[in-house]
């Protein structure tokens, strides 16, 4: 009886391990800028609204040139689920809509964060997302999305 006892304390403490493991290895995704970018902050409603084309100006009236990961990026599926709320293909089939009526045109797909990064490092009006272990002094970070 005892035995039984503490395999199932051991089985239950196991759980806890791997339920904790699990949501410390969802990683958070930082929305950055340049370092010389005028913004400092960004909302997950502004952020959503640049990239899924409700809107092309920075909150200060800025242009802006987004940068995003490709479809097939576990980033870019958790940056539009957590900011925007939306799946993949939600977020493709509005780019499509804005797209096809001429009224805007989609985020740059750069192939990896290490583009991304690049890019927003060498363009003032870039704005983009990647893992926020990968943030560096080369970029601004205006929000952390867990």
Known sequence: MKNSYLKSKSRVLVALLLCGL???????????????S?????????????????????????TVALADLPDSSSVREQFYSKAAGK????????????????KATP???LPSAADVKKYVAANVDAIGYIEKSAVDASVKVVLVVE
């Open 38 to 62: 005028p913004l400092s902050a960004l909302t997950p409603e502004q952020a959503a609204a640049l990239f899924l084309g409700k809107s092309s100006t920075l909150p200060s009236g800025g």
């Open 87 to 102: 799946t993949g293909a939600q977020v493709k089939a509005a780019w499509s809509r804005l797209t096809f009526s001429g």
């Open 107 to 109: 985020p740059k797909e």
């Open 22 to 36: 699990s949501s410390w290895a969802a990683a958070q995704t930082a929305v950055i800028v340049n370092p010389k």
